[in-house]
């Protein structure tokens, strides 16, 4: 979420209606840098996984789909990881 050509682009996509992007990570650093390279965000989604109050289920539901690959610490982990 803070890499400027994701942030370049999602300026763009969203403002061209082509799409209803969503970053990944700390919405106050995004909106900061955002603000730095003079970006809009407007009509994008930001979720920070830190606070996503839905994170036990997302969790439950990758290690369900990885079918024992991924132990519920291993889901957490790559769940919190933003690229």
Known sequence: GLDERILAAVNRLSGEGI???ILIGNQQEITNKASELNLTL?????YDPQNYPEM??????FVERRKGKATEEDARKILLDEN
């Open 56 to 61: 036990d289920e997302l969790v439950a539901a």
């Open 42 to 46: 407007d009509g994008v989604d930001i």
């Open 19 to 21: 799409l209803q992007p």
